[in-house]
Structure formats: structure tokens, C-alpha cells
């Protein structure tokens, strides 16, 4: 009371300094601080603290940080007011304070929890959406301040500039801003969920890859810096090429004992958010990563992305096929290297980056020793007129250099073998296919490319296309051929009866207690030691399912045991879905 009477009263008739005034602002705010969760002295201690800074803006004045706090203050009110009064474009940051402080918007759990990822995403939507700002035209709703004092000795009095409007009573506006507000929330979400997870950090790699990309460069992060500073290296000294150990170790994670989809999801997430690239890339090139095979590491755009599908994917065919047989006398030559470089370069449906892309891809295919993984099992499953289709593009590939060695022919030997054909074939077919080539030379105009005296062969792209309905038979078996053993892994996987599996039986807990807010501690341990759980292990393994379904950890056990209602009715709605 004492304080408000000297800001009030005292001041006007001269009896408190400017200085003095201005000390005991101050002091309200560090009061403030002590007693921040007593909402009845905040309410009147920030009322006193706005009143000042309108009316007295040259002793004190509130933040922007103080200001976007508050619950629709009267300074936020009045710099409101003077924006749309002199139609100028609102602000970033005035626009955030708007939604923020606004009395009928609630932030959802991801804006709460990730207050300055939820504010610096907001700005950068904010301008990229509005440029400038938004105009806001002035209302005819006038602005009105009422002071309510704390003190019953002063009495209630009208304060402020006269003459603005009120923008705060408009929808259309905020209604713009809470669709941006969304969009923050929506991108978020994952990033928060994995935050609400216990012993997690904003530092750590898991974090960090779930952090929406827009915000990578507006934030310090040391792991991203050291990366950047680390593939830069490998790709300035040692031509992009690194072990995937050595990649790995970039994580600061322990090397897992097998390289699963999530291990493959984290790497390449770092990776691309650190503005650069892999191959190979288990999405675009469709190989998984083996720890004993290398990693080519590449600057890409972030926005990188495949346009033409269909192309390539069969360029990469292509170059898979090319690299195996390049391979088979263990040498790779360079004409080889040149032409297979060539059906990159020469291809005009494909983008600079997906060229980018695939020459990365063929960089790893020649490094690698992983070619046939994967191979005879599929190769064995096909058709025979999928074999037949395979046959020519063997062969088709082994003719594209303009000769073929005998280690090359050994090779297609084995893939015949393999194929179930007889193997003795294989001459009569290369010859076959060769005479059939040359028989066409003057029927098209430009098939073959003129030849190069500087090298040692022949560029014939014709010999890589096929009859137009073969093309895309090649494509669709070939796609399934070369897909790594993932799916033969998740077939047995399905066999095995779910009710087998730990995790429904800490299912199975979970969806006793799951309608529940709160569970005593004896009861829950009663459950679980029916279902032959520990406690803590059920908790662990309940909250390792819903972290797989939704990102975040449904249940805690500190003494009681807590559900969190809002992530339980998110894996309803999935259930039910």
C-alpha cells in the first residue's frame, strides 16, 4: 500500500523524485519474483507497474520479455492500440505477445513446455507468412484504462491516452496468429514429447533430430556444430568417405550391436539437419547401413528431394547392376567408372541434386562389399518370366563398357546359377544380345554416341534400354530384389504370438489402469506381480510401447503411480483408429 501511495499520489504532488520513483519500480519487480505464485499481489503489483509505465514513460518502462508475460496488460494494450491507430505493420514480436498473453487462447503442452523454440518458430512463420507484419485497420471500439489500486485510500480513476481505438476486441486477427500458433504446436509436438520423457535433454542427438528444421540455425547447438566442422573434413580431405563407426561416433551414442531402423532414422537426421547428406540413404537408394561397409558423405540442399521417382529409381537399378558387375574381377577399371558416371551426367530428367544424389550412391557402390546381400534369396522367389527379364538386363549392363572380361562373365555365371538357368547359356546369350545391337545400328539415327578417341570405349547408351514394357517389369523386380533382408526380418518377427512378447504383457497392465487418473503403489505392484512384472520394469516397458506410438511416456511411479490423461487419450484414439 505504502509503495503504491508514493507512485501515486506522492509523485504527482512532487513529493517522490523521478529516481527514487524509478528504485521503487524496481523493487516491485524484484518482489515480484519472491512472490510470483501469490496471484492477488502479482495482479496489483504488475497493474501499478503498467500504470507507470504509461504515464510516466521516461522514469520507468516495462520489457518486451515483462510485457509478453502478462496476461493482456495495459502497456500491451496501449502499444497495441498506437499500431493499429497509425496502421503500421504489427511486429513479430508484438504479434507473439498478442496470442500469447491472449484470454481465450490456451498454449497446448508443446508451446508450455518449449517456450523459446515455441516463440523463435512462431516469428519465423510469422515472417514468412506476413513479410512485414500485419495491417491492422484502426476499430471504432475505443481504448479505456481503469486503474483498480490496492489501497482503499485511493480511489478508482480512468488513466492513458486518449483516443485509440482496441484492437484486443477483434477476432480476425488473432484468429491468423492462433493458425500460426498451431502450425508451431503441430511441428513441435514430437520435440516436446521426447522432452516429457524422463532423463531426457535438449542436447542430446535424439532431441536435436526431432527438432522441426526451420530451428537448427537459430540455435547454438554444439553437436550440429561439431558435425558440420567433421563433415566438412571428410569431405574436403578424404573425398566424402568415412567408416560408419566414425560416422556414428558423431551421435556421442554407444555403437548399437545391429544397425535397426531407428539407429538408421537417427544418423540420417543428423545428418541432413546438419545440411549435408549419406549414401546410402535407406529412402532414396534403398540400402540399409551394414557398420562393416563405408558411408559417402555429400553437402546437400535441406530441401533437397527426389522429383522423378521413376527415373531415379531406375538410374539407381542401373548403377547397382553396373557396380556388381564392374566389381567381379575385383578391380574396378576406369572406363567402367566413366561410363557409369555417364548414365548419371547424361540423363536430363534427372535434378542436379538427385545427380548429386546418385553419384554419391555410385561412389558407395564401388566402395562397397556389400552388392549381393540379399541377393540369392530374392533371385530364387522370381518367376521365370521375371528371370528371363533379369537375364537381359544382366547382360545388357555387362555389353554397356563395349566389352566384357572373362572375370565378368564369371560373374553373370553365378548370378545365372542363382537364377536357376543354365549357366553354359551365357555366351550364346551375350553374343546374342551383341549381334542384335549392332543389327539395330542402322535403323536408329544416334543411338550410339560418337566415339571418343581419348578413351579406351564405346559410350552405348542403347544398351541399357530395354523394350519399353520390359523397362518397367525390370524396375518393379529389381526394387525387390535389391531391398535389403528388412522385410524377411519382420516376417518372423510376425510369427511370433503376441502374446509371448514382454511388451503386451506390460500392455496388457497398462490397459487395466489406463481409464484411471492415479493408482496407489501396493495395487499396481499387486498387478504386475500377476502379470510377473517388477514394477519398474512394467513402468519401463509401458512407457518404451507409448514412446513407439506416440513419443512420449504414458505412466510414472515415483510413490504413486500417475497417468498422464492426455497422452492415455491419444493411444485411445490410435486404439480405436
Known amino acids: 500500500y505504502g509503495l503504491e501511495r508514493r507512485l501515486i499520489k506522492d509523485y504527482k504532488e512532487g513529493l517522490v523524485t523521478g529516481e527514487e520513483c524509478s528504485e521503487i519500480c524496481k523493487e516491485i519487480l524484484r518482489l515480484k519474483s519472491i512472490f510470483k505464485d501469490n496471484y492477488s499481489f502479482n495482479g496489483y503489483a504488475s497493474r501499478l507497474l503498467d500504470y507507470i509505465s504509461i504515464s510516466y514513460p521516461d522514469v520507468f518502462c516495462l520489457s518486451n520479455d515483462e510485457i509478453e508475460a502478462s496476461i493482456y496488460s495495459d502497456v500491451f494494450k496501449v502499444k497495441l492500440a498506437q499500431v493499429a491507430q497509425n496502421e503500421a505493420p504489427l511486429s513479430p514480436e508484438l504479434a507473439f505477445a498478442w496470442i500469447r498473453s491472449h484470454p481465450d487462447y490456451n498454449l497446448r503442452t508443446p508451446a508450455r513446455r518449449c517456450p523459446k523454440e515455441f516463440k523463435t518458430l512462431f516469428i519465423l512463420k510469422y515472417k514468412d507468412a506476413f513479410q512485414d507484419g500485419i495491417i491492422i485497420k484502426p476499430n471504432k471500439t475505443k481504448l479505456r484504462l481503469d486503474y483498480r489500486p490496492a489501497s482503499r485510500s485511493i480511489s478508482y480513476f480512468e488513466f492513458g491516452p486518449e483516443g485509440l481505438c482496441d484492437p484486443t476486441v477483434l477476432s480476425a486477427p488473432v484468429k491468423k496468429l492462433a493458425d500460426i500458433a498451431m502450425q508451431c504446436t503441430d511441428e513441435l509436438d514430437a520435440y516436446s514429447r521426447y522432452l516429457g520423457k524422463q532423463n531426457s535433454s535438449k542436447e542430446d542427438v535424439h532431441a536435436i533430430a526431432l527438432l522441426p528444421d526451420a530451428l537448427i540455425d537459430e540455435f547454438e547447438i ?34 548399437p550391436e545391429k544397425i535397426n531402423k531407428k539407429e538408421q532414422e537417427l544418423v540420417c537426421n543428423l545428418v541432413e539437419k546438419s545440411g549435408y547428406s549419406l549414401a546410402p540413404h535407406p529412402t532414396l537408394h534403398g540400402n540399409k547401413f551394414n557398420s562393416a561397409d563405408p558411408i559417402v558423405i555429400y553437402k546437400q ?5 527426389v522429383e522423378n521417382s521413376a527415373v531415379f529409381d531406375d538410374v539407381a537399378i542401373k548403377l547397382r547392376l553396373g557396380a556388381i558387375i564392374a566389381n567381379a574381377d575385383l578391380k574396378i577399371h576406369s572406363n567402367e567408372v566413366s561410363f557409369l558416371q555417364n548414365i548419371i551426367l547424361s ?43 533379369v537375364r537381359k538386363m544382366l547382360i545388357n549392363v555387362a555389353l554397356s563398357d563395349g566389352k566384357i572380361d572373362p572375370s565378368e562373365v564369371k560373374e553373370i555365371e553365378k548370378l545365372y546359377t542363382t537364377l536357376g538357368l543354365d549357366k553354359s547359356t551365357v555366351p550364346a546369350d551375350i553374343h546374342a544380345l551383341s549381334s542384335s545391337r549392332k543389327g539395330n545400328l542402322n535403323k536408329v539415327d544416334g543411338v550410339l554416341a560418337t566415339p571418343n578417341k581419348k578413351q579406351t570405349f564405346t559410350l552405348d547408351e542403347s544398351v541399357l534400354d530395354i523394350h519399353e514394357t520390359e523397362t518397367k517389369a525390370a524396375q518393379d523386380i529389381l526394387k525387390n530384389i535389391f531391398k535389403d533382408e528388412d522385410e524377411a526380418d519382420s516376417e518372423e518377427i510376425l510369427e511370433v504370438k503376441p ?26 505392484e499387486k498387478i504386475c506381480s500377476e502379470h510377473g512384472f517388477f514394477v519398474d520394469a512394467a513402468i519401463d516397458s ?7 506410438k506416440v513419443a512420449a511416456p504414458v505412466i510414472e511411479g515415483d510413490t504413486d503411480i500417475i497417468i498422464d490423461r492426455e497422452i492415455a487419450d491419444e493411444l485411445k484414439e490410435l486404439e480405436d483408429i
Do not use: M
Request: aromatic share 10%; hydrophobic share 40%; glycine share 2%.
Open 301 to 305: 540442399a535441406p530441401a533437397a528431394q
Open 499 to 524: 502374446e509371448a512378447t514382454l511388451e503386451n504383457k506390460a500392455v496388457a497392465i497398462y490397459r487395466i489402469v489406463s481409464d484411471r487418473d492415479k493408482i496407489e503403489r501396493a495395487e499396481f
Open 347 to 389: 540423363n536430363d530428367n534427372l535434378t542436379s541434386h538427385e545427380k548429386t544424389s546418385l553419384e554419391a550412391y555410385l561412389k558407395w557402390l564401388l566402395k562397397s562389399s556389400s552388392n549381393f546381400n540379399g541377393l540369392k534369396a530374392s533371385l530364387n522367389k522370381l518367376r521365370d518370366s521375371d528371370k528371363e527379364v
Open 542 to 548: 509401458i512407457n518404451e510401447w507409448a514412446f513407439d
Open 222 to 255: 554444439s553437436l550440429i556444430k561439431d558435425f558440420q566442422a567433421w563433415a566438412k573434413n571428410i569431405a574436403a580431405n578424404k573425398d566424402g568417405i568415412c567408416d560408419f563407426k566414425d560416422l556414428w561416433s558423431q551421435t556421442k551414442q554407444p555403437l
